[in-house]
């Protein structure tokens, strides 16, 4: 046991189960996804029932079994009531195998609708929910929470309502038969539940315990096995073995527990019910040939003993799970509660085919060139803003028409998407105790290629993180092609941008599909063209498939490098037209990365290009490389000029200076 873990029975604070915090509002919650099934449940409702009271009525009917047939020898009767008595078990067992079904259809219904609406909701999450949770947690959403409503809606409820109405009615039954027997059964139950209570609660700390050991000897193995490499290069191994060890005894030690103190609950209760048989069974004889309690009653009130116990273990035997699956519940209707990702843009993007004298005309087909789509409402409210007169360049229209579109009607204004970005005094934090960017002012102008350059943590990811509109500014404005980011549609704003990053994330399919996803509707022969263009068609094409070779785990069997081609001719055949490449050649040696010079070059080609690099010698050709230190621009210039300044960036560059 770890230091400063509480001992059970000392003091400490025993770990249960997990539970809801508000039991109320989950329950609510579940009930509406259940409600969608009413008939279901309605019809489940009256299986239970049914259920219940044939095996209360099947018990009770042994009274006139023996009084009034086996006693007086009646066997013509007692046939009749036998066949009765096995009809009567016959419809129970029925009602219980159709009520279980039914269950099981209406949860996993349930389940999926659920899954359903928590993997949609993920969908609407904004990025900062994602950096608050990481990937283990939400995985648990959809594993451990969803498994444990599962379990709880195919068996738990159901086995509650179940054992709670034939326990209720036992209960009445035997009280009918005999009110001085009862106060021997009642006795003996309380003596069960005081047993599950002080049992129950031990078994529930070593079950807790056994869960977090089994979680950290989980990941230690995990650690280790990702790690074989260091472990053997550092000669770590008797060290390794040692940990294990520890992790080891701590799981064996909280699984002892949590198996002795489980496994002692149901021979005690055993063993408590077959005490209460026995000492009934010899109060109610000696009743019975006293003449105060005839033989048909006994035999009948003694079969309800030995009915009666069951379903208290039932029930304590669910209850821990029912906690456990409205906990769960609580996290995922938590998540679905989550704000989404506020979008309030009303700029779309359109297709657009340039007609005589450069107008723009929107139209359904693929052209190449594309527009923004900008309401009237936009217009007007840019009117008074200093970006107003670079959209009046940019508009396909006159500085009358549009001064008409703002004043008189109602109709869009289509501006052509070129790829001017402009930053203007933008301040960030992704949380309000720490400012990444301060007063951050940069332009790039359509087919410039711009270069963040600058330390660990000094902003440069962040810059196009803001772009995409992944996160808020605090304060400032952000233009494209003169327009208000705020104003575009996220959707249509990512639309138009081509992003490669460092992590690059392939998906289960073949090499053709995870380049298409840059692009749907790309042909081939458009595939092949784009592979080409990242200098990936060579290692392609030697694949044991070629395009069509399906991978899985992310790309696993192909290299760092060769995911990384694999991504930049995903970015390529998007044919954005302002392209973001965060260390997107990190992980390509020198020789690959002169071969595919070229061809980012010719990507690069006419496109606004932001370019974060910690390899210098790809961003010399920049138009523009920005030194960032601490969320602020200390340096701006080509790289011949920065050199001259023999500033940060000289450092950098010579090796005089720490990129961390």
């Known amino acids: 046991m770890s230091q400063g873990q509480a001992a059970p029975g000392k003091g400490g604070k025993k770990p249960g ?41 099947g018990s009770y009917f042994l009274k006139p079994l023996v009084n009034n047939y086996i006693l007086p020898g009646d066997f013509a009767g007692l046939a ?87 326990f209720v009615g036992m209960i009445i039954m035997m009280a009918v038969l005999s009110p001085m027997l009862i106060i021997i059964t009642v006795t003996f139950l309380s003596i069960m539940i005081f047993v599950i209570s002080k049992v129950g609660a031990k078994s529930k700390y070593y079950f807790g315990m056994q869960q977090k050991q089994i979680g950290k000897l989980n990941g230690y193995v995990e650690e280790m096995i990702e790690g074989q490499k260091v472990i053997k290069v550092f000669c770590h191994e008797d060290e390794a073995i040692e940990d294990f060890r520890k992790y080891n005894e701590e799981l ?26 026995a000492v009934t069974c010899c109060v109610g004889g000696l009743l019975t040939i006293a003449g105060a309690f005839d033989l048909g009653s006994l035999v009948s009130y003694l079969q309800y003993t030995k009915q009666v116990a069951n379903p208290i273990a039932q029930v304590s035997q669910q209850v821990n799970i029912i906690l456990a699956a409205l906990a769960g519940a609580e996290r995922i209707f938590a998540a679905l509660e989550e704000e989404v990702e506020v979008d309030e843009g009303k700029v779309t993007l359109a297709r657009v085919e340039v007609k005589d004298g450069g107008k723009l005309v929107e139209t359904d087909k693929y052209t190449g060139h594309w527009a923004w789509k900008v309401p009237a409402s936009v217009v007007r409210k840019m009117k008074d803003a200093e970006n107003y007169d670079l959209i009046s360049e940019m508009a396909a229209t006159t500085e009358s028409q549009l001064e008409s579109a703002a004043a008189l009607t109602d109709e869009p204004v289509l501006v052509e998407l070129t790829g001017d970005v402009r930053f203007k005094n933008v301040v960030f934090g992704y949380n309000e105790e720490k400012t990444v960017l301060k007063d951050i002012s940069l332009f790039a102008k359509p087919g410039q290629k711009i270069a963040f350059v600058g330390s660990t943590g000094a902003g440069k990811t962040t810059i196009t993180n803001l772009i995409n509109r992944f996160y808020e500014i605090n304060s400032g404005t952000i233009t494209y092609d003169g327009i208000d980011i705020k104003d575009i ?25 995870n380049i298409r996803y840059g692009n749907l509707h790309a042909t081939d022969e ?114 011949d000029s920065l050199l001259e300044e023999k500033g940060r960036y000289y450092q950098l560059y010579t090796g005089k200076a720490e990129l961390d």
């Open 17 to 57: 189960p997990p539970k809801p915090k508000n039991m109320k509002k989950t329950l609510k919650k579940l009930m509406n996804y259940l409600g969608k099934y009413k008939l279901q449940l309605v019809i489940v409702m009256v299986l239970i029932i049914v259920n219940s009271f044939a095996m209360i009525a």
């Open 252 to 277: 064996r030690k909280a699984s002892t527990g949590a198996q002795t103190f489980g496994g002692y609950m149901m021979p005690m209760l055993g063993n408590l019910s077959h005490m209460n048989y």
């Open 489 to 513: 549609k996220k959707d249509d704003l990512r639309r138009s941008l081509g992003i490669v990053l460092q992590d690059t994330h392939l998906f289960t399919g073949t090499i053709a599909d």
């Open 80 to 166: 009749k009531m036998l066949i009765l008595l096995g009809t009567i078990f016959g419809v129970g067992a029925m009602a219980s195998y159709g009520y279980a079904r039914l269950m099981v259809h209406v949860a996993q219904n349930t389940i999926s609708n659920i899954r359903k609406d928590l993997f949609n909701k993920m969908q609407e999450l904004p990025i900062k929910y994602f950096d608050r949770n990481t990937h283990g947690d939400l995985m648990s959403l959809y594993t451990n929470d969803i498994d444990n409503v599962s379990e709880a809606l195919n068996n738990s409820f159901t086995n509650i309502l179940a054992s709670g109405l034939t």
């Open 526 to 639: 458009e595939v092949k063209a784009a592979a080409k263009l990242a200098n990936a068609h060579t290692f392609i094409k030697h694949l044991p498939h070629g395009y069509d070779t399906v991978i899985t785990g992310d790309g696993e069997g192909l290299s760092q490098g060769q995911r990384q081609l694999l991504a930049i001719a995903r970015a390529a055949i998007a044919n954005p037209p302002v392209l973001i490449m965060d260390e997107a050649t990190s992980s390509i040696d020198t020789r690959t990365e002169k071969l595919i010079a070229e061809g980012m070059d010719k990507l690069m080609e006419g496109r606004t290009v932001f370019v974060i690099a910690h390899r210098l010698s790809t961003i010399k050709n920049s138009h523009a490389i920005m030194v960032l230190e601490q969320g602020e621009i200390i340096e701006r210039g080509n790289h």
